[in-house]
């Protein structure tokens, strides 16, 4: 392909890329090595979830796809380019809702500072940061401050100000790992529906099997000290998924027996 | 009465009737065993004093010459405190040149340089707004800097993510965290400054509540010394009241009114 047929067919090109390309990685960060030998690649519009025992290195696996962090050894690519710092097409929802929005902000007001960041006009931002609370089931709350909020609107919140951005890569740190079992699954359910719906591309960091299973096209087991891949399994079960029929599935079964043995044997 | 009755009594009682019972206390204590010294007066004594202090005007003069200091010199001082200690706060270039600086000038008691101002400006408001802006500089700066330096790192993340540019993480997300510490800065400086005003105008100053006070003491009339101590007292209780007031005005939704 020479250079101007690819200017003409940007979209056609991405498509064959992975949206996200790890190239023999490694990084060493305080004289220890984090993670080492890290290649692997996600297909654009794939949900691939990330598991594996603390210290594994998944959040700095995150962080690397940013561009917070950069490889010591290798290459992180996100659809085809070389990662070299944060960039609009990447959105993350982190674990601690509570530190990660402005507490002096209203709900809007946290959802509106991706528009801002991406300068939108003031009197286009009320009607889309309306959209996103619709999306995200907390219409009638956007002039609550997040300290009125319960933990799972704030989270609610983190993933609409994540979409604000209309990501091709959402990235997610454990992010229901701190909301009550119900709230939790209902979470779930939408998160799965919101990906499809955007097609994004989704790499999701979980330390709960289930959670991986349920919600992955594919699952990446890693392994600790340092941190590399050990196992790659894919995930065939049949969307969209439900709570009791897709859990009760033979197939969610026997991936969960297997997932469980590898962590038995590696931790 | 009851266990229950009592209960109840007591979860009423209000907290300004210990102060009360404890004047009354010593009023009667020092009538019954006729006590006589220049240190000391009598609460009703003290109270008739003030009376005096107010319905003459004196006491509204005195307050407003060192009220009017600390206006001037507070906003002198802590703005530059405050600018300067942002300045720190974001830059650990700055922060590491200047360090060796701060710590020198910042043990110097401010009462120490009272000589100097006086060299400078001679006696009255300028010399003590002076003093009382060199005093509050160096909290004022400690506190912004430390204030921005605590900023939720996981904040800055998220506007680097969002791709702010630098100058807006500084707006938009440094600052505005930083607010409610840099409240609370303001706080303390301004006890500060009622404290450095006081003690200014009692060693040097012949202006203010300080200097009414030690006048008070050297011609023997300890009803007005400790009329002036009451007032100092409800003067620094309505300031700091007040200031938490605002603080919760201005925060309590947004911050779950953690900043007391």
Known sequence: ?267 | MSRRHIDIVLRALPAWLVPLAFLGIIELAMRASSIESDGLALPSQTAAALLGLITDGEIFLRTAETIGAIAVGVPIGGTLGLLLGVWLGLSPTAARLASLSIELFRPIPPVAVIPLMMLIYGLGIRMEAAIIAFACFWPMLLLTRDAVLGVEPRLIEVARILGLPRRKQITKIALPAAVPRIFTALRLTLGIALIVAVTTEIAANPIGIGYAIISAGLSLRPEVMYAFLVWLAILGWLLNESLIAMHRRLFGAAYGDAAT
Request: hydrophobic share 45%.
């Open chain 1, 1 to 267: 392909m020479n250079k101007t047929s690819s200017r003409l067919a940007p979209a056609a090109e991405a498509c064959a890329q992975p949206a996200i390309a790890f190239d023999g990685v490694r990084l060493d960060f305080g004289g220890k090595c984090v993670v080492d030998g890290l290649s692997f690649t996600v297909a654009p519009g794939e949900f691939a979830c990330v598991v594996g025992p603390s210290g594994c290195g998944k959040t700095t696996l995150l962080r690397l796809v940013t561009g917070l962090l950069s490889p010591t050894r290798g290459e992180v690519r996100r659809l085809g380019v070389t990662v070299d710092g944060p960039s609009r097409d990447v959105a993350i929802v982190f674990q601690d809702y509570g530190r990660a929005l402005l507490p002096w902000r209203t709900a809007a007001g946290n959802i509106a500072l991706a528009l801002e960041a991406m300068g939108v006009p003031r009197l286009a931002r009320a009607e889309r940061v309306a959209a996103l609370l619709d999306k995200v089931g907390l219409a009638g709350h956007g002039d609550k401050y997040p300290a009125q909020l319960s933990g799972g609107m704030q989270q609610r919140v983190q993933i609409a100000r994540c979409l604000a951005q209309g990501p091709r890569v959402l990235l997610m740190d454990e992010p229901f790992g701190a909301l009550d079992a119900l709230t939790r699954q209902a979470l779930q359910d939408e998160i799965a529906r919101l990906v499809r719906d955007s097609g994004a591309t989704v790499l999701f960091v979980t330390h709960d099997l289930d959670e991986a299973i349920y919600l992955g096209d594919r699952v990446f087991a890693l392994q600790a000290n340092p941190g590399r891949l050990a196992e790659v399994i894919d995930v065939g079960l049949p969307r969209p998924r439900d709570q009791l029929r897709t859990r009760e599935h033979p197939e969610f079964l026997r991936l969960r027996h297997v997932l469980f043995d590898h962590v038995q044997k590696t931790h």
